[in-house]
């Protein structure tokens, strides 16, 4: 596949097909490297960048796609093919508010595209609107009705609206003619039951249990086997009794043995297959449990009584999560890490198993009254779920609730759409809940309007601090969520924080946990990390904490998801080793251990070295680098050493490059693993300082925040030294300083500014000095530099300046370097004069009509004089 310019257009389009043909057969691993070779030509083509991306959202690489899009959309900002992509990579990896805002965009920009209708569809589906939902689906439907991920969009929301069950199985039967995914096979498989079409049904799960694409829908498909086994055989039995009691119904009976037998027949084929009917007794929802295994041996008298012994009963044995106290506090001790969670149980089993034994003890009664509300506050993916379940069963175990079930919901459950709902729907969670544990996931969402506002939230609240009240001692809440804004939730809502009695934080895996858990995870799909993929892993991880909301378990999943996929790219079907087959290595997590900044550094050398001056600051870069490469090496070698802060001072006049080497440092700090993102968020006072007490403060850490993972470029910093002792100024320099050292390893600061300004600002706040490591100073451009500039500038648009016209300019700015000033322009004098001469040289053209291509492009000296 040879190509000379994939700038031009049908070239591109030929490349386009062929990538198309090797993504078609699946030849995904072909597709990428062909790319990345394109891409190393053509760096600043977002085609290129939007096919690499396309081909890792088919193999289901969404990080790598979304990071591959981020790029197409630099080059290509209101191109509504990118941005309805990037909003799908986003649903997958759930963050659906970026998914959101990207879908919005590019359907805003094209009603017809389908990427960014469906992904709409997804969210409102996902939010519980179900009517704009269905207004997506149809309206991708009517653009498309063979589209796979239309119809079954349309199918979700047949589903979610409750329409007629034929209905719903006819559409989800059209999906299949198009398609497939996860879980559509199990929506067959219900909706066929639900239909009593048992035979179609069984035929389903045969087929989901021998090809077993996903254990998860497989164990689904055994669980409808044993209802639809244990409905024939129940039906079977009352038929018998029937019989019994009567002359008998032939007719009756010839049709019922019919259709028993061929489902009989299904069931015995299924069980061929490994299947026992005790396997399937056991796989069999909780209403039925304890009806024994062989039914057929049973008469009717003995499964009318297995019947009636189930009636009423909500929770069995089977559905806990642990058969006894000991086996439920033995699970939780087996958790990863969570120290700290861990003991604040065992103190309240310990509360408990005392109040119990001092009752027993003294004859008296026990605190009936006493209520457990718990709050879990932390990121994502440290346990919060799993330790609510384990409390459920405790929590039976010890007498304190009747089931201990465990009901979950977030605010798209119980918050409605109109006034009245949200009662409704809050009280129903709560009554499934009666007995058990109300879980509500990002509890603080309730409260997103904040005080006094008329969000539907608040309704929530109050019917649940009602009935926590009320029912204090008949069920148990658990609020979870972000530790900050469960806070802010319990300081709104002093009602609510006067009910919850226990405060349990979730804090972040340390690093050796998260590789025991991945291990863990990795076990269960036969995989074991060598001890270079464990390190790999480990790199993987520290650049992923640079998120504020770091999701923890659920981050080291996708990394170790992401390695899989990447080792099934690179061997596909070839003949390897048993071993390599199961072991994760640094090659599968995309990691070079290697520390290869100065390889990395030689690609973005030129960048640096192509601007023009600056000799002082390129060393002072290749310097940085340098410091960063022994740090390495000591820790290669065990030699302790310090991490050094990478936060910078930029001196000098403005239209020296300031700007521009700081989005290089970010560029190469992000090539050697040092930043995760490497982008530069630029700043001015304005953006950091408020026009009131207490808005500076958050105005200036949400920019912060904005910057993790990259570069915060402060452009005149030292105007927040502001010129009065109440300028809110000093403000944003406090909460810089302290988000410096915080959040150390999570961005680089660099503050830009004339030198004297700067010198004060840094006399000014010790704080900061010490927090900054390297400053650098940006010296003006002599004549000769800014004639460089201006030579460059005329190539990038191909003019050509005559001898004469040479002389003349090279004169301006010796002239303009002799007379300089503190307010020196440099590189934007160079270029504020360039635009002038072009404009000169465009009225004497026009007006000599002049058509010679040559001429057209020339600068003369009449041009440049005046």
Do not use: W
Not at 30 to 57: N, V
Request: aromatic share 8%; charged share 30%; proline share 1%.
């Amino acid at each position: 596949m040879e190509f000379t310019n994939l700038h031009d257009r049908s070239q591109f389009y030929r490349f386009q097909n062929e990538i198309q043909q090797y993504n078609n057969n699946c030849l995904y691993s072909k597709s990428t490297t062909i790319l990345r070779e394109a891409i190393k030509c053509f760096t600043d083509h977002p085609g290129l960048h939007y096919l690499l991306a396309l081909t890792y959202y088919n193999c289901k690489e969404y990080l790598k796609a979304t990071d591959c899009l981020k790029t197409a959309i630099y080059y290509d900002e209101n191109n509504n093919k990118y941005l309805g992509l990037i909003g799908c990579c986003f649903f997958e990896i759930n963050d659906f508010e970026s998914a959101y805002n990207y879908a919005k965009k590019a359907y805003e920009l094209d009603n017809y595209n389908l990427n960014a209708i469906i992904t709409l569809g997804k969210i409102e589906l996902y939010r519980h609107n179900y009517e704009e939902a269905m207004q997506y689906a149809s309206l991708a439907v009517d653009i498309d009705e063979e589209n796979f991920q239309a119809i079954r969009l349309l199918s979700r929301c047949y589903i979610a609206r409750g329409e007629d069950e034929s209905e719903v199985l006819e559409i989800l039967n059209k999906a299949r003619e198009l398609g497939n995914d996860n879980e559509l096979d199990f929506d067959i498989i219900k909706y066929l039951y639900i239909n009593g079409e048992y035979f179609e049904c069984l035929k389903e799960c045969k087929r989901c249990i021998i090809e077993n694409t996903d254990s998860y829908i497989s164990q689904k498909a055994t669980k409808y086997v044993s209802k639809i086994y244990e409905k024939v055989m129940l039906s079977k039995a009352r038929l018998n009794q029937e019989q019994e009691l009567s002359s008998g119904n032939d007719d009756k009976s010839e049709e019922y043995l019919i259709n028993e037998s061929k489902v009989k027949s299904s069931i015995d084929d299924i069980m061929d297959m490994g299947l026992k009917n005790e396997d399937l007794v056991k796989s069999n929802d909780a209403d039925n449990n304890e009806n024994i295994s062989n039914v057929e041996e049973v008469n009717s008298k003995e499964i009318s009584q297995a019947i009636d012994s189930n009636k009423g009963k909500i929770k069995s044995e089977d559905d806990r999560n642990s058969s006894s106290l000991e086996e439920a506090l033995e699970k939780l001790e087996a958790l990863i890490g969570l120290d700290n969670v861990k003991n604040e149980i065992k103190r309240i089993v310990q509360l408990i198993k005392y109040e119990n034994n001092r009752a027993n003890v003294l004859g008296i009664e026990k605190n009936i009254n006493q209520c457990y509300h718990f709050a879990f506050l932390g990121n994502p993916g440290t346990g919060k779920t799993t330790v609510a379940r384990l409390i459920g069963d405790i929590f039976y175990y010890l007498g304190i609730l009747e089931k201990g079930q465990l009901i979950e919901v977030d605010r798209s459950t119980i918050v409605g759409r109109y006034i009245g709902e949200t009662a409704k729907l809050t009280k129903k969670a709560i009554d499934k809940a009666m007995g058990g544990i109300l879980f509500i996931d990002e509890a603080y969402s309730l409260a997103k309007g904040g005080e006094g506002s008329n969000d539907y939230g608040a309704e929530a609240i109050e019917v649940l601090i009602k009935a926590m009240e009320d029912n204090r001692d008949k069920f148990t809440v658990i609020l979870a969520g972000y530790t900050k804004e469960m806070r802010s939730l319990m300081k709104l809502n002093p009602g609510l924080k006067s009910r919850i009695n226990l405060d349990i934080e979730f804090e972040d895996y340390k690093d050796f946990e998260l590789v025991e858990i991945a291990k863990s995870m990795a076990n269960e799909d036969y995989y074991k990390l060598d001890e270079e993929g464990e390190k790999a892993f480990l790199e993987k991880i520290k650049i992923e904490k640079v998120d504020e909301n770091f999701a923890n378990a659920r981050v080291a999943r996708n990394i170790l998801e992401s390695a899989i996929r990447e080792k099934a790219f690179r061997i596909g079907d070839s003949e390897v080793s048993k071993e390599e087959l199961v072991t994760l290595t640094s090659e599968d997590f995309g990691i070079d251990l290697e520390f290869n900044a100065r390889d990395k550094m030689i690609e973005l050398q030129d960048e640096l070295d192509n601007l023009v001056g600056l000799k002082d600051v390129k060393n002072i870069v290749k310097g940085i680098v340098n410091t960063l490469e022994l740090q390495h090496r000591k820790k290669e070698m065990g030699i302790e050493s310090q991490d050094i802060s990478l936060n910078m001072i930029f001196t000098g006049n403005p239209g020296t490059g300031k700007t521009t080497v700081a989005r290089i440092i970010g560029k190469i700090l992000k090539a050697i693993g040092v930043l995760k993102k490497g982008h530069m968020v630029e700043v001015t006072r304005s953006d950091l300082v408020g026009e009131y007490v207490g808005q500076t403060a958050p105005k200036t850490l949400n920019k912060i925040k904005e910057a993790y993972g990259g570069i915060l470029f402060i452009d005149e910093a030292y105007s927040l030294n502001g010129t009065t002792g109440n300028d809110f100024g000093k403000e944003a320099i406090a909460t810089l300083i302290k988000e410096m050292e915080d959040s150390r390893d999570k961005l680089v600061v660099i503050m830009a500014g004339y030198t004297k300004e700067m010198k004060e600002l840094i006399n000014l706040n010790p704080g900061m000095e010490s927090r900054v490591k390297f400053t650098v100073e940006f010296s003006d451009y002599d004549a000769k530099e800014l004639m460089e500039i201006f030579d460059g500038l005329c190539k990038k648009e191909s003019y050509m300046l005559s001898e004469e016209a040479k002389i003349e300019v090279v004169a301006i700015f010796e002239k303009l370097y002799d007379n300089k000033d503190k307010n020196f322009g440099n590189g934007r004098l160079v270029r504020k004069y360039f635009e002038k001469i072009k404009m000169k040289q465009a009225d004497r053209v026009i007006k000599e009509d002049i058509r010679d291509k040559d001429e057209l492009l020339k600068i003369i000296l009449e041009d440049v004089k005046g």
